[in-house]
């Protein structure tokens, strides 16, 4: 029997609707068990820049994303805050180590940088970026785990620092750096994967030196579980990173097939949960383990929901993800859930020397609320119960225009790139958060540079048309013309869902923008109503009432600085405020338009960071994006 201890180490089918917050149960755990990244750990050292960290805020991002309640953004920042300066320093990080796990937290800083703006989250990134350009590494090319490890590499170090590489890659333009990132992965399955069983050994030494390295092969002796979950979860978050016209990106997907095959093979019968060592459930003090089934669970179901995995996986996530919830997860007299089962540490060579051995890996202590533990089962719960809703919207995409709303800015690095309004944005003026929303729901996200044509609507099912350009926005803006409007006209008749966020009188154009509207009965006037002084937030609040037939579910919402409108037949205002009209639909023939004079469901207003907690934009975010893929159906 493994003894069970509680550590802290730093800050920070389905069965029904009765698992659908345990995400939010275990980030409540962490959030409580590691309240103060200053806190002194268990062997009283301060606490130091890790990746353990970037575990479990990874899970807490992908809550605040799906929630956006600001205590998750919050506890990101603060635990991130603690460690960097404002200048960028990490503090407790040193570069000469050339640690590939010190780069995780990297992708956190990314994160916070693109909704705050800070550069110092830019620096602090930048510093783990360029820590890549140095890190030793194989004849071949591929990473080393640290410094001290001479000439290895270890499956570990893959999810340590690829999908941070292929994010920065992806932000930053350098795309270059995709045949690097897919061979890290190609040779490591290359010298660590055995062509029996297709499971993948710990690590690989080149020298062979290493008292645990075959002295054919390199490799060391066991398949260790949660080791071959930080390959397959960081096989998953890159090709999510990748764009699907990279030809490589196909290795990648090939190489997780055969990832998931093996995990399959070796999913235990009874439980549905995996064994520590992999390929040996009977032998002696082997146990399941928590941290590497809940990765098992994140990578295979999130590999179905990219479209990369047959959707047969999600069976085997379904029962791993019951199996954890089954075994792990125990809600003590407080009322808190803990997540029992977490090997708190496996490695290779060190001092004390770890051999690789059987017995080597059973000697490891079992922990209860270990952070990697609960960092991958709340990734592995936000993929599993977000499952259910992504049927709503399936097979449909929804187009973003940036062709009327077409404004370009400079970012850090000097590139010229689409901003205000656009789904790639994640501060206050994005649509990350909408475009988040929509994805939920199963619905595709996608963007047009160019005008509306018949061939090009004919690939979307849903038109959002943002707050059109004047001369103050854009120099030689792209006005509605008469052709424009008739083609979008027809493609609604036939069954297309147009949504018009359009904006007050002194930041968007009217007199072109109208032409496309009139035809659906909806004219913009050029207005101005809802001026909100400072954070006086309530001047610019309408309430819905209960028999709203587009928000179902938001009640009170923010919209500051509107147009409000004029409609004729077949328009119908849905909502009005002192004589105004606010809100309309439009029905014409098999489709539908929807019509506000605000881009009121952008991230400033939903994310959870500015409003008070009882404006309800993000709820009518959802209440819209449902709204509108409902009208897809009459299609």
Not at 54 to 81: P, R, S
Request: proline share 3%.
């Amino acid at each position: 029997m493994k003894k069970l201890i509680i550590i802290g180490l730093f800050c920070v089918g389905l069965k029904a609707a009765a698992q659908a917050d345990y995400s939010a149960k275990l980030a409540k755990t962490a959030m409580t068990l590691w309240a103060d990244t200053s806190a002194i750990s268990p062997n009283h050292l301060p606490q130091k820049w890790s990746y353990d960290m970037g575990v479990v805020l990874k899970g807490i991002e992908g809550l605040w994303l799906k929630t956006a309640d600001k205590q998750y953004f919050d506890y990101m920042q603060k635990c991130i805050d603690f460690f960097v300066d404002d200048k960028g320093v990490i503090r407790t990080y040193k570069r000469e180590d050339y640690n590939i796990d010190n780069v995780l937290c990297g992708r956190i800083l990314l994160t916070l940088f693109k909704v705050t703006g800070k550069d110092k989250y830019y620096k602090a990134a930048a510093t783990l970026r360029d820590q890549l350009n140095t890190q030793p590494r194989t004849k071949e090319g591929g990473f080393w785990h640290k410094k001290i490890y001479t000439n290895q590499m270890w499956l570990d170090g893959l999810y340590m620092g690829e999908p941070f590489y292929a994010e920065w890659s992806t932000n930053f333009g350098d795309t270059a750096a995709y045949n690097d990132i897919v061979n890290q992965f190609a040779w490591m399955e290359k010298h660590s994967r055995d062509a029996k069983t297709g499971l993948l050994y710990h690590g690989w030494d080149e020298s062979k030196e290493q008292q645990w390295a075959n002295k054919t092969t390199g490799a060391s002796p066991n398949f260790w579980a949660r080791a071959m979950g930080w390959y397959g979860n960081a096989l998953v978050d890159v090709i999510e990173q990748i764009p699907v016209s990279y030809k490589k990106r196909d290795t990648l997907v090939t190489i997780l097939k055969r990832f998931a095959t093996a995990v399959q093979k070796v999913q235990d019968t009874k439980t549905s949960l995996w064994y520590d060592i992999l390929d040996k459930p009977t032998g002696k003090g082997n146990y399941l383990e928590a941290s590497a089934s809940s990765m098992f669970v994140y990578a295979l179901a999130k590999g179905v929901r990219l479209g990369v995995l047959p959707a047969s996986y999600l069976n085997v996530s379904k029962k791993g993800y019951d199996g954890i919830l089954q075994t792990f997860i125990e809600t003590d007299a407080n009322g808190q859930a803990n997540l029992k089962g977490t090997v708190s540490v496996s490695g290779l060579g060190g001092k004390p020397y770890r051999d690789g051995s059987y017995d080597y890996y059973m000697s490891e202590k079992v922990i209860v609320n270990d952070p990697k533990g609960i960092g991958a089962f709340i990734q592995a719960a936000n993929e599993m119960e977000s499952i259910p809703a992504l049927t709503i919207g399936k097979g449909k995409t929804v187009t973003l225009d940036h062709y009327y709303n077409s404004e370009v800015k400079k970012d850090i690095i000097g590139v010229e790139k689409p901003f205000h309004y656009v789904w790639e944005e994640m501060d206050n003026n994005g649509f990350s958060l909408l475009g988040h929303v929509f994805n939920s729901y199963g619905v595709k996200t996608e963007t047009l540079f160019s005008a509306p044509t018949s061939t090009n609507l004919k690939k979307t099912d849903i038109y959002l048309i943002v707050d059109a350009d004047d001369l103050a926005d854009n120099p030689k803006p792209n006005y509605v013309t008469e052709k424009d409007a008739q083609i979008v006209y027809d493609w609604v008749k036939a069954g297309g869902v147009l949504i018009l966020f359009h904006n007050d009188k002194p930041n968007a154009e009217f007199e072109h923008f109208n032409i496309l509207t009139e035809k659906f009965g909806i004219h913009f006037n050029e207005d101005s109503r809802n001026h909100v002084t400072g954070a006086q937030f309530e001047m610019g609040a309408f309430t819905f009432s209960a028999n709203q037939p587009v928000f179902t579910t938001a009640k009170k919402v923010y919209l500051k600085e509107i147009s409000t409108l004029k409609l004729s037949a077949p328009a119908i205002s849905i909502f009005n405020d002192k004589g105004d009209v606010i809100m309309a639909v439009s029905k014409v023939g098999k489709g539908a338009v929807f019509a506000v004079g605000d881009p009121w469901v952008y991230n400033e207003y939903t994310d959870g960071r500015k409003l008070p907690a009882d404006f309800d934009n993000f709820k009518a975010a959802n209440d819209l994006v449902k709204w509108a893929i409902e009208q897809t159906r009459k299609k």
